[in-house]
């Protein structure tokens, strides 16, 4: 059982940056890949991005390409979301989610261990 963490989160204005973290309790977490999701108010859980358990393959959905990074720590057990250049429309609950199989985030599938989420708000 994987327990994830999020923190970071907050209230930015549309152009700030913010940088969510992610801390697992779990000592395998190497071999974990790991992901990011959201959701906004009135709207269904998306995919943000994913990073594989060594780092090496990232995804990313095409709506934050170019202005979040996903990044990892495997030293401190904690996966890392650069958010810059942030939108009104990039508000919503981010969610941490781990998975062996990098596959289901290639396939947009439902990641088996998920965080309790972090509030990020941009304002216009």
């Known amino acids: 059982q994987v327990q994830l963490v999020e923190s970071g989160g907050g209230l930015v204005q549309a152009g700030g940056s913010l940088r969510l973290s992610c801390a697992a309790s779990?000592?395998?977490?190497?071999?974990?890949?790991l992901g990011w999701s959201r959701q906004a108010p009135g709207k269904e859980r998306e995919f943000v991005a994913a990073?594989?358990?060594?780092?090496?393959?990232?995804y990313y959905a095409d709506s934050v390409k170019g202005r979040f990074t996903i990044s990892r720590d495997n030293t401190k057990n904690t996966v890392y979301l650069q958010m810059n250049s942030l939108k009104p429309e990039d508000t919503a609950v981010y969610y941490c989610?781990?998975?062996?199989?990098?596959?289901?985030?290639?396939?947009?599938?439902?990641?088996?261990?998920w965080g309790q989420g972090t509030q990020v708000t941009v304002s216009s």
């Open positions: 779990e000592r395998t977490f190497s071999t974990f890949n």
């Open positions: 989610n781990a998975d062996q199989n990098m596959r289901t985030y290639r396939d947009y599938g439902r990641p088996d261990y």
């Open positions: 990073i594989s358990w060594r780092g090496g393959i990232t």
